[in-house]
């Protein structure tokens, strides 16, 4: 009877040990799979942003359009879609939140196929007029941070001139610095601003709004950053540039890059060498 107790309370040892055991290969073998499919995602979502990547590279520089394309790197391809922004638009709200001293740019005239500014055959904006919005909707007009705007529109008349003009909503302001008030809040698309500034060119000394090429929109006075927009009086505007979506595709990942791409402009110390008809400005 000695014995057969032995060889049982052995028997339940020897049990046991397989079944420790057992649990520790199993912990580790899951363990391994666990880490084989966390490295599979990873370099898939790696692999897919890359190839979205390359597909807003090659598209920046015009060699593939829209479509999906294959990058050569283990099954990975990208997606592309290319939309145009603020084309035959009565609005257009500018796609970066400007900081104090920043630039926002409205374009009057098209571009052609190589993105050079020209009405041949392309739509032109030639309205008299144009309403500018900035400000962050319920934006106090009282604040020392109040952002107020400096619009340059640069235009042809034979030659290339600029007109200025600035605005503020806060009143305490305006008279030490010379700037014009503002006309209260509007709607850009579904998007509301604080203020607003219905601007005629023929008020900036612009008689033939027929050579309009653009207008350049500087934010003041702000700590934060301040939106954009401009809203027509019935002609449409042209194109302000392209939205370049990427979506890169690797296995089971899907990575997605957003890219504006806005037409060029030129430096803002371009418009210190240009002839202002504004009343204050620099003259060359």
């Not at 580790?28 to 807003?56: C, K, M, P, Q, Y």
């Not at 296995?251 to 504006?260: E, I, L, P, S, T």
């Amino acid at each position: 009877m000695k014995n057969n107790n032995l060889s049982g309370q052995a028997l339940l040892f020897v049990l046991l040990a397989m079944a420790v055991v057992a649990t520790l290969v199993l912990s580790a073998v899951s363990r391994s799979i666990s880490d084989v499919e966390v490295t599979t995602v990873e370099e898939d979502s790696l692999r897919a942003f890359n190839a979205a990547e390359a597909g807003v590279e090659q598209a920046l520089v015009g060699l593939v359009s829209e479509g999906t394309y294959d990058v050569g790197t283990e099954g990975a391809s990208y997606q592309l879609d290319v939309k145009t922004i603020g084309d035959q638009e009565s609005s257009y709200n500018y796609p970066f939140d400007l900081s104090s001293g920043s630039t926002g740019i409205v374009w009057f005239v098209s571009h052609d196929a190589d993105e050079n500014p020209s009405c041949s055959g392309l739509p032109c904006y030639t309205e008299s007029s144009i309403r500018v919005c900035w400000g962050l909707e319920g934006y106090s007009s009282g604040q020392s941070t109040t952002p107020a705007v400096e619009v340059a529109v640069l235009y042809d008349t034979g030659g290339l001139k600029i007109a200025r003009a600035a605005y503020d909503p806060n009143n305490a302001r305006v008279g030490g610095s010379g700037f014009s008030g503002q006309d209260g809040q509007c709607t850009a698309g579904e998007v509301s601003y604080a203020f607003s500034k219905n601007i005629s060119f023929a008020d900036l000394g612009i008689a033939d709004s027929s050579g309009l090429q653009l207008m350049s929109v500087r934010m003041l006075y702000n700590d934060v950053g301040q939106p954009l927009g401009v809203v027509t009086p019935g002609q449409l505007l042209p194109s302000q540039g392209n939205l370049i979506e990427s979506t890169g595709i690797s296995g089971d990942a899907n990575r997605r890059v957003q890219v504006y791409a806005l037409y060029a402009t030129l430096p803002s110390l371009f418009e210190s060498a240009i002839a202002t008809t504004s009343s204050g400005g620099i003259i060359q």
